[in-house]
C-alpha cells in the first residue's frame, strides 16, 4: 500500500505543470502567430523613430535602426524554438537509440557507449560552438548541431539508467524465452516504459537549448543579421542600455518566460510520471 | 492483564470499509499469529496499532497498550511509541535499510532519536543489540553496511533495530516470507526468543499457516478486514471451528490428484553435462578476484511427462541452473541439451526451434508480465517461435486460457486488473501456448494464498499427467516440492548435492544440507505427516 505524498509536494505538482503548458502554449501560438503576422516588418528600419520608448504604436519601442522591438522579439521566437527544438530532436533521433543499445548489452560495449557520453559531457559546448563556427563559420544550423551533440548523452543516460534496471525484470526474461531478439524487447518492451522519463528530459534540454541559443547568439555564433535573435537583440542593446534599457528588458523577459515555461513543464511532468510520488489506493 | 488490546477497531478509505469490528489481545510473553490471505487487512492492522493508517482514513475502536490509549495520542506523541514502546520488523529487509547508513548507526539512530544520548553510548546500545540478534563483533561490525550483508543477516538487523530499546511489543509483517526454510528458522527463533525472554508481546503477521502453527500461541484469521475465529495455535493441527478456517485447513493440506508413474525409458526432453556457470569475481583495483562457480559440474536430465524438484538454500544456484536450461545465460563448462541439440552450438533459427519446448514461468506474477500490454498482446508474443503463425491467433489464446482456468474475456484485460492468482494462470498459459515438453518454474507458487496455491497445484499436475509436459519445479516449500514432484534434486553451493525420488530424499535425507532443509520446513500437522 502506498500512502499520500505530503501535502505540499501534491500542491505544487499539478500547479506547476497547469502553469508551464499554458505559457508554453501560448509561446508557441505567439512563434507561429510571427510566422504569418506581425504589428510591424521585423526587418523594416524607420529613420524616423530610431529609439523610442514604448507606446501605444510600439508596445515595446524601437531599436537604434528604428525596427519595432515587438516583432522582433515575436520574429525571435521562431529562430529560438527551431535551434533548440532541433538539437533537442537531433539528441533524441541518436541518444535514445545508443541507451536502448547500451542498456542491452552490458559489459564493454555498454563502458565504450557511456564512456563516450562522459567524453562529450566534459567538452564545454560553448567551446564546441566556437570551434564549429571557427571551421564552418556562424549559423543557426551550426549552433543546433553543437546544442544537439551535448544532447545526446542526456538523453542517452537517461534510457540506459532506466533500461537497465528493466533488463533485469521477469517480463522480459519472459521475452527472452519466447524467442525476441535484443532489438525488439527494446522497442516493444523497455521503449514504451522509459518514454515518460525521455519526455520529462525533452522538455528539460528545450529549456536549457533556448537559454544556450541565446547565449550563442548573443555571442554572434547563432543566426546571423538580419535573421531577428533574442541573444544578439541583446548583444546589440548592451551599449545603448542606459539610454534605451526597454531594448534589453523585452528580449530577456523573453527568454525568462520561454526558459521558465518549458522548466516549469518538465518539472511538472516528472512530478506527475514519478511512481514514487503516484498515489495508488 | 493484555499487553495489547484491540478492541472494536474499524477503518474506512473512501466508501470501502477496510477493517471492521477487529478485536484482538496480546498478553505479556504472548506471541499472536495474524493469518489471511493478501488484501486481507493483516498489514493494514498492524499499521493501524503503530497510527501509520493512510491520509482520510476514517478509524473507530480502541488501542489500547499497557493502559494507554494509542488512537488518543496525535502524531507526535506516536511518534515517540513507534521504536520505543513497539518495534516493527517488515518483509523486505533490503528496502526496510537504508543502503548507504553503516548497520551500526542505523542501529543507534533509533536510540538517539528516543533517549537523546552521544553517538558512542547510542553505538555501545547498537553493539549490544545487534549481539543479541546473533551479530556478533568482529566478524560483524558496526561498520558493514547492508548489501555486504545476507537477506537472512539483513533481517537480523532490522530486528535489532526494532528491539534495541526493547519494545514492550513487537510487530513482525512477513518478516521471513522471502527467506529459505533454514534461514527463516533461524530468524523465527530470534524473533520468538527475545519476545519471550523479554517478556513483550509478538504479532506475527503470516500466511503461512504452518508457522503459524509452529510458532504462535494463538492464531487470529482475518479475512476482508473480519476476524473469522481466533483459536489456540494447537487448533491449526486438530481442526478450526469457523467454516473460513476449515477451508484453509483443507487448501493448506490440499493434495493433487495422484499421477501414473513415467515409464523409464520416456523419452529426454532436457539435460545438462557437467554444467559450469561461472560469474565474474568482484572488481579489485588491479584485476578481478577468482570467479563464483554459481553452477558447478551438473548432470541432470529431465524425461517427459516427469516432475522433478529441484531445492537448496538461497543462493545455491537453482534459479541460475533454470536460466542456463532455457539458454537464457551463457556456460562456460559442459553442454546444456534440449532434444539432444547443444543451445552452444545452435544456430539462430534453431535456438527459437529449442526455445518453445522449454517456457518458463517466475515467482512473483505481477512482475512477469509487462504492466502495459494487455493478456492477448503478452500471450501472442511466444507464438513468433512457431513454424507458422497460427491462422487464428485468438482463438488460440482462447483455447489456452481456458486450459489454464480463465474465460476468454480476460484476454483484453491488463495485468493490474487481475489477481495475483489470475496472473500466475496467465503467466503459466504463456509457457504452455506453445506446446513446449518442459515449463521450468521458479517458486512459481510461493508468492499465493493457500487456496489459490492448492488450484495452480492441481492444474501443473493435470498438466503434466494429461500432456506429457514435464515440470521442473525450484522452491523453498519442500510441502509442495513433496505434493507434486516424483523426483528431487538437492543444490548446495552450486553443486548436486543429493538426489532421488521425492518420497525417499524427503523422508531420510542423507546429505547435511538436505537434513537442514528438512528439519527446518514447519509443519501443519506433525502428527499425520512424516517427521525427518
Avoid at chain 1, 509561446?27 to 516588418?41: C, E, G, K, M, S
Avoid at chain 2, 511509541?81 to 513497539?86: A, L, N, P, Q, S
Avoid at chain 2, 533490503?94 to 528516543?114: F, K, W, Y
Wanted: aromatic share 4%; with cysteine; charged share 20%.
Amino acid at each position: 500500500m502506498t500512502f499520500a505524498a505530503p501535502k505540499r509536494m501534491r500542491a505544487i505538482g499539478p500547479r506547476s505543470l497547469k502553469i508551464g503548458l499554458g505559457l508554453s502554449v501560448f509561446i508557441i501560438l505567439v512563434t507561429l502567430l510571427a510566422l504569418v503576422w506581425t504589428p510591424f516588418d521585423p526587418l523594416f528600419q524607420n529613420p524616423d523613430a530610431r529609439l523610442m520608448a514604448p507606446d501605444s504604436q510600439h508596445l515595446f519601442g524601437t531599436d537604434a535602426l528604428g525596427r519595432d522591438v515587438l516583432s522582433l522579439v515575436m520574429a525571435g521566437a521562431a529562430n529560438s524554438v527551431a535551434v533548440a527544438g532541433s538539437a533537442v530532436i537531433f539528441g533524441l533521433a541518436i541518444g535514445v537509440p545508443l541507451g536502448l543499445w547500451a542498456a542491452a548489452r552490458s559489459g564493454w560495449r555498454d563502458d565504450v557507449v557511456m564512456r563516450g557520453g562522459d567524453l562529450v559531457f566534459a567538452f564545454p559546448s560553448l567551446l564546441t560552438a566556437v570551434m564549429l563556427a571557427a571551421a564552418t563559420g556562424p549559423s543557426a544550423f551550426n549552433a543546433a548541431l553543437a546544442l544537439g551533440v551535448f544532447n545526446i548523452p542526456v538523453f542517452m543516460r537517461v534510457v540506459r539508467g532506466a533500461g537497465r534496471g528493466l533488463w533485469s525484470r521477469d517480463f522480459v526474461t519472459a521475452a527472452r524465452a519466447a524467442g525476441q531478439s535484443t532489438r525488439s524487447i527494446s522497442i516493444r518492451h523497455i521503449l514504451p516504459h522509459v518514454l515518460g522519463l525521455v519526455v520529462v528530459q525533452a522538455a528539460v534540454q528545450f529549456a536549457v537549448g533556448v537559454a544556450a541559443e541565446a547565449g550563442l547568439s548573443y555571442l554572434g555564433l547563432g543566426a546571423q543579421p538580419p535573421a531577428p535573435s533574442w541573444g544578439r537583440m541583446l548583444a546589440e542593446s548592451q551599449t545603448l542600455i542606459g539610454t534605451a534599457p526597454w531594448l534589453a528588458i523585452f528580449p530577456g523577459l523573453a527568454i525568462f518566460a520561454t526558459v521558465l515555461a518549458l522548466s516549469l513543464t518538465g518539472d511538472g511532468l516528472r512530478d506527475r510520471l514519478d511512481p514514487r510520488l503516484k498515489r495508488e489506493v | 492483564m493484555n499487553l495489547l488490546d484491540i478492541r472494536n477497531l474499524s477503518l474506512t478509505l473512501g466508501s470501502s470499509p477496510l477493517l471492521s469490528d477487529i478485536n484482538l489481545s496480546i498478553a505479556e510473553g504472548e506471541i499472536v499469529a495474524l493469518v489471511g490471505e493478501s488484501g486481507s487487512g493483516k498489514s493494514l492492522t498492524a499499521l493501524s496499532i503503530l497510527g501509520l493508517t493512510p491520509d482520510h482514513a476514517r478509524i473507530s475502536g480502541e488501542i489500547v497498550l499497557e493502559g494507554r490509549a494509542l488512537h488518543t495520542l496525535d502524531d507526535r506523541a506516536m511518534q515517540a511509541v513507534r521504536g520505543r514502546d513497539i518495534g516493527m520488523v517488515f518483509q523486505e529487509p533490503l528496502s526496510a535499510l537504508n543502503p548507504v547508513m553503516t548497520i551500526g548507526d542505523q542501529v543507534a539512530e533509533v536510540v538517539r532519536h528516543h533517549q537523546g544520548c552521544s553517538r558512542k553510548d547510542a553505538l555501545a546500545a547498537a553493539r549490544l543489540a545487534l549481539d543479541k540478534a546473533e551479530l556478533p563483533a568482529p566478524r560483524f561490525g558496526l561498520d558493514l553496511y547492508p548489501h555486504q550483508l545476507s537477506g537472512g543477516q539483513r533481517q537480523r538487523v532490522a530486528i535489532a533495530m526494532a528491539n534495541v530499546l526493547e519494545p514492550r511489543l513487537l510487530i513482525a509483517d512477513e518478516a521471513t516470507s522471502a527467506l529459505d526454510p533454514v534461514n527463516q528458522a533461524k530468524v523465527l527463533d530470534l524473533l520468538c526468543g527475545t519476545a519471550r525472554h523479554n517478556k513483550a508481546g509478538l504479532l506475527l503477521i503470516v500466511h503461512d499457516l504452518a508457522v503459524a502453527r509452529e510458532r504462535a500461541d494463538r492464531v487470529v484469521l482475518i479475512r476482508q478486514g473480519c476476524v473469522m475465529e481466533t483459536a489456540p495455535a494447537a487448533a491449526l493441527a486438530n481442526g478450526l471451528s469457523s467454516d473460513y478456517g476449515k477451508a484453509l485447513i483443507a487448501d493448506a493440506g490440499h493434495w493433487p490428484p495422484p499421477r501414473p508413474t513415467v515409464a523409464n525409458n520416456a523419452p529426454v526432453v532436457a539435460e545438462t553435462r557437467n554444467v559450469t556457470r561461472l560469474y565474474a569475481g568482484s572488481r579489485k583495483l588491479w584485476g578481478k578476484g577468482p570467479p563464483i562457480r554459481a553452477v558447478d559440474n551438473v548432470n541432470l536430465s529431465v524425461q517427459r511427462g516427469t516432475s522433478i524438484g529441484l531445492i537448496g538454500e538461497s543462493g545455491c544456484g537453482k534459479s541460475t541452473l533454470l536460466r542456463a536450461l532455457c539458454g537464457l545465460e551463457p556456460v562456460q563448462g559442459g553442454q546444456v541439451l534440449v532434444k539432444g541439440q547443444d543451445w552452444a552450438k545452435a544456430s539462430v533459427g534453431e535456438q527459437r526451434a529449442l526455445r518453445r519446448r522449454i517456457q518458463p514461468v517466475f515467482q512473483d506474477p505481477g512482475a512477469s508480465l509487462d504492466p502495459r500490454w494487455t493478456i492477448a498482446r503478452s500471450l501472442s508474443e511466444p507464438l513468433a517461435l512457431l513454424d507458422k503463425r497460427p491462422e487464428n491467433p485468438d482463438a488460440l489464446i482462447a483455447v489456452t486460457l481456458q486450459q489454464v482456468g480463465l474465460d476468454a474475456h480476460f484476454a483484453n484485460r491488463l495485468p493490474h486488473q487481475m489477481s495475483g492468482g489470475q496472473r500466475q494462470r496467465v503467466a503459466l498459459a504463456r509457457a504452455l501456448i506453445t506446446k513446449p515438453d518442459l515449463i521450468v518454474l521458479d517458486e512459481a507458487v510461493s508468492a499465493l494464498d493457500v487456496s489459490v496455491r492448492a488450484r495452480i497445484l492441481d492444474l501443473l499436475s493435470g498438466l503434466c499427467r494429461d500432456h506429457g509436459i514435464a515440470l521442473l519445479f525450484v522452491s523453498h516449500d519442500l510441502e509442495v516440492i513433496r505434493r507434486l514432484t516424483d523426483q528431487v534434486l538437492v543444490m548446495e553451493a552450486g553443486r548436486i548435492v543429493e538426489q532421488g525420488t521425492t518420497e525417499t530424499v524427503l523422508a531420510s535425507p542423507q546429505h547435511p544440507a538436505t537434513q537442514r532443509l528438512v528439519a527446518a520446513t514447519p509443519r501443519l500437522n506433525p502428527e499425520t505427516e512424516p517427521k525427518a
